[in-house]
């Protein structure tokens, strides 16, 4: 026998809003609570930050490989972390889009930096963030 059930209400699901604790990064302290644009730039940092399948706790679609490209700092190597940084963010649902990479280097403290603009449900805003020193 096969159960009767209302279609539309088998399809409803509720959006809940991105409200997540704050990470006060300077301070290296969790205090309060951010969400919207805020949210999804500790969203965006948390996964560049994490190392892809290197924690448990997280699925084998989250964190980046950047650790991969280390020690060699190229054009090419910019656009594979392009690739990588874009592969990463968009398996996040409320990411729609990442475009315009900018990559910076800084010879004198052998730091690369990323900036580029990033198309959320929360609207679009420019997200910039030091990928990795190198020696």
């Known amino acids: 026998m096969i159960p009767e059930t209302d279609i539309e209400r088998a399809a409803e699901y509720t959006v809940y809003p991105d409200k997540t604790y704050h990470i006060d990064l300077k301070n290296k302290r969790i205090c309060g609570f951010c969400d919207g644009e805020e949210a999804m730039r500790q969203a965006i940092y948390k996964i560049i930050a994490t190392v892809r399948y290197e924690y448990i706790i997280y699925s084998g679609a989250y964190g980046t490989r950047i650790i991969d490209s280390m020690g060699s700092l190229t054009p090419f190597v910019w656009s594979e972390l392009e690739r990588e940084i874009t592969r990463a963010l968009l398996c996040d649902e409320r990411i729609n889009r990442v475009r315009d990479f900018w990559f910076e280097e800084d010879k004198a403290s052998h730091i690369l930096k990323v900036s580029f603009t990033a ?13 990795y020193r190198y020696v």
């Open 119 to 131: 198309e959320t449900v929360n609207g679009n805003f420019a997200y910039s963030q030091e990928v």
